[in-house]
């Protein structure tokens, strides 16, 4: 694939500079939490591309996953993370989040977090794939929400974190092969420079590939996109995670029915009114994601329905109103009552499984850079993530994002912003760069859909040769959008998501095997002898290069 080294339409050599000591891009709890953390060292920038609560994690219903209850532990936790994960984990990277999960909860207490309580004690719910009840929930079904509440309480209380709304950032910037700050188009100022020794990106997933998606409208992969196009290796991304069960009425929004749902009991049915799930596994409804969004996909197919149902209506309304109420209002409010009315609900795209490789202190591959959250892949999830494992792995690495950041700054000097050398040039702004200012020719929200249509019906839960062959052919065609300048937040999103399909198609038309959410139907086992590794793009000399390494 040949993309440029920045989209930016400006040389940005010639913008407005902020100086900062780490700059953070993202306002999930990855984000604001390790923004908090660096500033008890240094002055922060954090960067939002719309308003400090549009992210991902705010949405987040189910919860935070620790081995805090009693018969539980991190090794209960990590078995059930490695089960889930189909053979393709780094097991160091499980292992931290399991032992420093339960700290992690301390913190986020301490910080003022109101988790649901049972009595005395932290309320703890099952979800699928968990072997023992180690959820934590806030406000029933709006566990992000209070995080980031919370988080944001403490974070506008520091004077040394400046935050920046409506900060589309387009891309990284390099020196000498070091990440030296970003470039945003920013609301205020134009294009603008936000120089800092350190950057953070902590900018969530890319469920805007797909046309259902749980994931709000700026998750367009613009972390893993930039990161690439700045020289990093990223990896495991053919691994898209489907929530079984989004809300799938007619002309209605696509909207999370959480897991914990069913961990209360919830069962599916298909159009006929079956429950089938049963027949796919023992563990039926709670089976991992992956499994129980095939058996969905499977049973509408042989159904030709668009939708199965989700049945809670065991629970009193009562109950269901108390423990879920923003799912129970949300149904309400599409005429629906979720202790009468069955819910219609189809897999959606939730998570990206894989992202920008970091070590288990958030360095990515590029000196200066560093990745936390769903941006990152510190290879917690392998092919198929657990329930509620996603905030807490936000907030272990997090912590250890910044601990690596604060070591940083002592021991890499300071790299000036505009550089001065000679024959940085060239390295700060490519010559092809200044013949390319031209911005994207069709109208970016229509090419959206396009791909969007495509991506689900290509490269959705269920892919083939055939499949991604159609889906390389048609983001071939949109090729040169992969070469044109993002002159705002719509053409900056744009080739982001372009970006990141051809990397998603590529790595989904090169693994031929089925693993974890990545389900091939001409290639439908297992294959540990030739695919136990992670597929790494890298981006050398304006094509791309891949790698496979061992698996570790
Ligand atoms: C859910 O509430 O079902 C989503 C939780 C998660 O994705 O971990």
């Not at 095997?513 to 793009?537: C, M, N, Q, T």
Request: charged content about 25%; some cysteine.
């Amino acid at each position: 694939m040949i993309s440029s080294r920045y989209i930016i339409p400006v040389d940005p050599r010639d913008a407005p500079v902020v100086r900062a000591g780490a700059v953070v891009v993202g306002s999930g709890v990855a984000g604001l939490y390790t923004a908090l953390k660096l500033a008890d060292f240094t002055e922060v920038a954090v960067l939002c591309k719309g308003g400090v609560f549009d992210s991902n994690s705010y949405a987040a219903q189910g919860g935070i996953a620790a081995a805090v209850g009693a018969g539980d532990s991190p090794d209960l936790h990590e078995e059930d993370t490695l089960a889930a994960g189909d053979g393709l984990n780094i097991r160091p990277a499980v292992r931290v989040v399991v032992k420093e999960s339960p700290e992690a909860v301390k913190d986020l207490l301490r910080l003022g977090a109101l988790f649901d309580r049972a009595g005395e004690e932290l309320a703890l719910a099952r979800e699928a794939a968990h072997s023992r009840d180690r959820v934590l929930h806030a406000g029933g079904d709006a566990t992000g929400r209070e995080l980031v509440r919370a988080l944001w309480e403490q974070v506008r209380g520091k004077p040394n974190i400046r935050i920046y709304e409506k900060a589309a950032v387009a891309d990284v910037l390099t020196v000498k092969g070091r990440c030296v700050g970003v470039v945003a188009h920013t609301g205020d100022c134009g294009w603008t420079v936000f120089s800092a020794p350190a950057t953070v990106l902590a900018t969530g997933g890319a469920g805007q590939l797909y046309r259902l998606t749980t994931n709000p409208q700026g998750a367009t992969g613009d972390g893993v996109a930039m990161a690439f196009r700045a020289g990093a290796a990223v990896r495991d991304l053919e691994f898209i995670q489907f929530h079984p069960t989004a809300y799938s009425g007619s002309g209605a929004p696509s909207f999370l029915l959480s897991e914990a749902l069913r961990g209360e009991g919830a069962i599916l049915r298909n159009v006929r009114g079956d429950r089938f799930m049963p027949g796919y596994h023992p563990m039926a409804e709670l089976a991992p994601r992956d499994v129980v969004a095939r058996a969905i996909v499977m049973e509408m197919e042989r159904t030709e329905s668009t939708h199965v149902y989700l049945d809670i209506t065991h629970k009193s309304s009562d109950w269901l109103e108390k423990r879920f109420p923003t799912i129970y209002r949300f149904c309400r409010s599409q005429g629906l009552h979720l202790g009468s009315d069955w819910i219609p609900v189809a897999p959606a795209a939730h998570y990206m499984m894989g992202g920008i490789v970091t070590d288990l202190w958030g360095c990515t591959t590029v000196p200066g850079l560093f990745a936390v959250g769903e941006a990152a892949s510190t290879g917690v999830h392998g092919a198929n993530r657990l329930a509620s494992n996603s905030l807490v792995e936000g907030i272990v690495f997090g912590k250890r994002t910044a601990d690596r950041v604060r070591r940083y700054l002592e021991e890499a000097p300071d790299l000036p912003w505009p550089p001065g050398g000679d024959g940085e040039e060239a390295a700060v702004w490519p010559p092809e760069r200044r013949c390319l200012a031209a911005g994207v020719e069709e109208d970016p929200s229509s090419l959206r859909l396009e791909l969007q249509a495509m991506m689900s019906r290509e490269v959705g839960v269920v892919r083939s040769a055939d499949s991604l062959t159609r889906a390389l052919s048609a983001l071939g065609r949109w090729s040169p959008s992969l070469l044109s300048a993002g002159r705002n937040r719509d053409e900056i999103e744009w080739i982001n998501l372009m970006t990141v399909a051809r990397l998603v198609a590529e790595a989904a038309w090169f693994r031929t095997e089925s693993r974890g959410a990545h389900f091939r139907r001409d290639y439908p086992a297992r294959d540990d002898a030739r695919w136990r590794v992670h597929i790494v793009f890298s981006r050398e000399g304006g094509g791309w290069k891949v790698r496979c390494p061992e698996w570790n």
